[in-house]
């Protein structure tokens, strides 16, 4: 299935919500890919240029051109600002390029983003507040990040706080994480932390 793209660098799963899904075939998954580590020999406790969001050479081309240094020549690209926001706005960039695209065919554009938007600036690169969204779908699954069930509300809150309003906002919630009655709470937190005054 993977024949056809060249190397393979990063392999993203998202399916144990999947019916055929079993815990023997995740423990193979699992196992398969935990064989290729040594393969590529990737440990990403940082930025990693190569691997990285926005170290493509026309990004750091630009940059350059506008600031007059290539970010691999910087110390520590990872801490500097004009880098971390020049990698934001091109992607807000190209979101609202797209933007554009699907509202010229009659269409709204959403998108599934990571929980609220500071959060999400610093994991990912990803600045959806500032983007011109229809939709935003913010993941808030809260045992990713070791979190209890409040942090669903905090999340939300944040979110909800930051866009002011600009375009409609779904929360998401990792169903598979909850027991019924957690599912509640979890529901629960997501509307509450939508009703800010």
């Not at 056809?4 to 660098?9: A, M, R, S, V």
């Not at 990912?124 to 990040?145: E, G, K, T």
Request: glycine content about 6%; aromatic content about 14%; overall charge negative.
């Amino acid at each position: 299935m993977l024949n056809n793209y060249g190397d393979i660098g990063v392999l993203w799963f998202d399916g144990e919500w999947e019916e055929t899904w079993t815990h023997d075939f995740g423990k193979d998954l699992y196992n398969y890919v935990r064989d290729l580590q040594p393969k590529y020999g990737l440990m990403q406790k940082g930025e990693i240029p190569e691997f990285d969001f926005g170290y493509h050479p026309d990004a750091r081309k630009k940059f350059k051109e506008i600031y007059d240094i290539d970010p691999l020549e910087l110390k520590h690209p990872e801490l500097n600002n004009k880098w971390l926001k020049f990698r934001l706005d091109e992607v807000t960039s190209l979101v609202n390029d797209l933007v554009k695209i699907t509202h010229k065919n009659g269409t709204e554009l959403s998108a599934a983003v990571f929980p609220y938007p500071e959060m999400s600036r610093k994991m990912v690169r990803q600045d959806w507040s500032s983007c011109n969204l229809d939709i935003a779908c913010p993941m808030n699954y809260h045992h990713f990040y070791n979190k209890d069930l409040d942090w669903i509300k905090y999340s939300v809150e944040n979110g909800i706080e930051e866009t002011n309003g600009r375009f409609k906002y779904f929360s998401g919630i990792f169903v598979n994480a909850l027991t019924p009655q957690k599912l509640t709470i979890a529901i629960n937190n997501a509307i509450n932390g939508g009703q800010m005054v």
